[in-house]
């Protein structure tokens, strides 16, 4: 699990996707999987 989110912030980082119409969407997907995250650890 630790090793996707890895690849994804990794995947969101790289400037390439700044220029795809996904990007907010994929932006908002990986902030509500964040979201997830922290509220399975407390």
Request: with cysteine; hydrophobic share 50%; charged share 10%.
């Amino acid at each position: 699990m630790t090793e996707t989110i890895r690849i994804m912030v990794s995947s969101f980082s790289c400037r390439h996707y700044a220029s795809f119409p996904l990007f907010k969407i994929a932006l908002i997907f990986h902030f509500l999987l964040g979201l997830i995250t922290i509220s399975h650890l407390y």
